[in-house]
């Protein structure tokens, strides 16, 4: 087994005012190496807390979460910022591109808070990676000058640009129009396919999960339900 | 997180609103330009009195009208009747007193001077015989003052360097006839040049006796008067002699005796004072300045709150989210001191010389620059605090 993903009994509460809001109740899920997953369920279902709590954006009221084996549901800041920046890659609904940086500047940023790191080095691998995703010729363009589906794609080689251990995508293609989100969903696909990247998709989009080796249902923060499909769709089969 | 890629960062984020940029530096600018512009006139003041100690000679007595009063008091009082117990009569007693000391009277006027139909402004100085024992001025060409000169009220003058180049380009002055204040003078003599100190010309004068001088401003005082002993008597036995024949003659000590050191010893008061007065000055203005730095920033890190949450979901810490604010804060500071160093600079150097000496220490600049800095990096923690704690959750979803 090569599991990369273990939470034990994941709890989340907020406290809005005198009321307390459990908005993850004991999620107790396992993914492996190379494993292609989505989440779905309706809004306020509380997927994206789990993302979150997946991501090490946030940390767990209770219960455990293994991240290869070591336990991060207790970590710190600093702890959890420094997994985020090698271990993680997100890509979000809207994009979340820093407006003021060229693209290429954006895609390596997640290398600069790396203070080993060979920014001349990595500025040949973004090249590389935005050539794969075929935007090589935007690299000096900011991203307002971009497509929808042309700043996803940057997102994307954003969250690779570390070569991180899971992408997670939050409603990638929430902003886009359905040709375009198809042609998103294709590279996540292909890298998952060809690259053995470990993804999970958060989603409310049913066609979207035809793709993925599983499906997690979630529902007032439970899951409600596990699919393991047997007819998994591959890049091919996108619709051009 | 590298130190250059941090300020390369801050540089970038800075560069996106430069009106807000310059606006939030402006506090600093104006604050480091005044402390640098009133730092140069003290400075300045402490030179003009550096370099009336310079004219005198060595081991000279100041003697100033008033209790505790100094030299450059008396000087500034000028022919006002504020302080007049000291009088020409007083000189001429010591004199009488004191056969081997120099005893020399000073008062100064403002002197419109006339040869042909060139006018120059100078300094007009009223002394006697013996200022050319208590100074360092020498005789270039004619005479000096004969006693006579002075008893009988002539109207004769020496001209200093300056004074002398100005008016008189290719005629020898001596025995010529001038105007000082509209009164015929004639030309008896003129002095070598002893130079500047600092902004000050001390050979931009004109000298006439005493009694003349006082005659045509009609006043009785003297501003200074100047004594030197000639043989061995030292100057604290002169001093003391001086002080007691003074006690007696006014019958109550309405004047002060100083000597060079005193006035030197003044001068280091001076520094002290100033460096106090920069502090003083300079904590105000940039603590406005600072604050609003922290209004900016402050303001700065709720609009850039997502910016925030995506550089701490790709993996920015906490310290490299507060190490950006504080450098773009100080950033704002320090150049904000710069350039608030060169416009103090600039308009210390139009302020008139001849008005306001001013000077313009490196001791003041890298005060300026060195707290305008710190100001950003003080002013600049909370609002960075603020940023790197923010919740990365929270900081992506807020709109």
Redesign the interface.
């Known amino acids: 087994m090569n599991e990369i993903v273990r939470t034990e009994n994941l709890t989340k509460t907020y406290h809005l005012g005198e009321t307390d809001v459990n908005a993850l109740k004991n999620v107790s899920l396992s993914i492996n190496k190379g494993e292609l997953v989505s989440i779905i369920g309706p809004s306020g279902s509380g997927k994206s807390t789990l993302m979150?709590l997946l991501?090490c954006?946030?940390t767990p009221t209770s219960g455990k979460y293994f991240l290869e084996g070591e336990d991060v549901s207790k970590l710190n800041?600093?702890r959890l910022?420094?997994i985020?920046?090698?271990k993680i890659g997100?890509v979000?609904q809207t994009f979340?591109?820093?407006p003021?940086?060229t693209v290429l500047d954006n895609v390596i940023?997640?290398v600069?808070?790396?203070?080993k790191s060979n920014l001349r080095e990595t500025e040949r691998k973004a090249m590389k990676l935005l050539e794969n995703a075929g935007i090589k010729e935007r690299a000096k363009h900011l991203p307002a000058q971009l497509s929808g589906g042309e700043r996803q794609r940057v997102a994307i080689v954003?969250a690779l640009i570390?070569d991180p251990l899971i992408v997670f995508a939050d409603e990638p293609t929430g902003n886009l129009d359905s040709k375009t989100g198809l042609e998103i969903i294709k590279i996540l696909k292909e890298l998952n396919e060809e690259k053995g990247v470990t993804e999970i998709i958060v989603t409310h989009d049913i066609s979207i999960t035809q793709f993925t080796h599983r499906i997690i249902h979630i529902k007032d923060g439970f899951i409600e339900k596990e699919i393991e499909n047997s007819h998994v769709a591959n890049a091919e089969e996108i619709k051009k | 997180?590298?130190i250059a890629?941090i300020i390369k960062?801050s540089l970038?984020?800075l560069k996106?609103n430069k009106t807000r940029t310059f606006l939030s530096m402006l506090g600093v600018i104006v604050g480091v330009a005044s402390l640098i512009l009133i730092t140069s006139v003290g400075y300045g003041a402490q030179y003009a009195i550096l370099s009336s100690i310079q004219s005198l000679g060595s081991d000279v007595i100041i003697i100033t009208p008033g209790q505790k009063t100094n030299l450059f008091k008396a000087t500034m009082a000028g022919t006002s009747t504020a302080l007049k117990p000291l009088t020409y009569e007083d000189v001429k007693y010591l004199k009488r007193k004191l056969p081997d000391a120099r005893i020399s009277p000073e008062n100064h006027i403002g002197a419109d001077v006339k040869y042909g139909n060139l006018t120059v402004s100078t300094t007009g100085v009223g002394t006697n015989v013996d200022v050319l024992y208590v100074s360092n001025y020498k005789i270039d060409s004619g005479r000096g003052f004969t006693d006579q000169d002075i008893d009988s009220y002539r109207n004769v003058c020496i001209l200093g360097a300056t004074t002398r180049d100005n008016l008189f380009s290719n005629v020898d002055p001596v025995g010529q006839y001038i105007k000082i204040n509209n009164i015929k003078y004639r030309v008896i003599g003129t002095l070598s040049p002893v130079g500047s100190m600092g902004m000050m010309d001390l050979d931009d004068i004109i000298v006439m006796p005493i009694t003349t001088l006082q005659a045509h401003t009609r006043v009785k005082s003297v501003q200074v008067i100047y004594a030197k002993a000639m043989d061995d008597m030292s100057i604290d036995v002169l001093g003391a002699r001086i002080k007691s024949l003074l006690l007696v003659r006014h019958g109550t000590e309405n004047f002060s005796i100083n000597n060079e050191q005193q006035y030197i010893d003044l001068a280091k008061t001076i520094t002290d004072t100033l460096t106090i007065m920069l502090t003083a000055i300079g904590s105000i203005a940039l603590i406005v300045g600072g604050i609003g730095i922290m209004n900016i920033m402050l303001a700065s890190v709720a609009e850039r709150t997502?910016?925030i949450?995506?550089?701490?979901?790709?993996?920015?810490?906490?310290?490299?989210i507060l190490l950006q604010f504080l450098t773009e804060s100080t950033l704002i500071s320090g150049s904000g001191g710069a350039m608030g160093i060169i416009i103090g600079i600039a308009f210390s150097s139009l302020v008139p010389q001849t008005f306001l000496p001013t000077h313009i220490t490196s001791t003041s600049i890298i005060i300026g620059f060195s707290v305008s800095v710190l100001i950003g990096v003080f002013f600049g923690v909370y609002p960075a605090k603020k940023a790197a704690q923010l919740?990365?959750?929270e900081a992506?979803r807020y709109e």
């Open positions: 979150h991501g954006l946030d800041d600093t910022a420094n985020r920046n090698k997100f979000f979340n591109l820093l003021h940086l940023l997640p600069i808070y790396n203070a954003r570390n | 997180m590298k890629r960062m970038n984020s996106i997502r910016e949450g995506i550089r701490k979901a790709i993996g920015a810490r906490n310290i490299d919740n990365p959750v992506l």
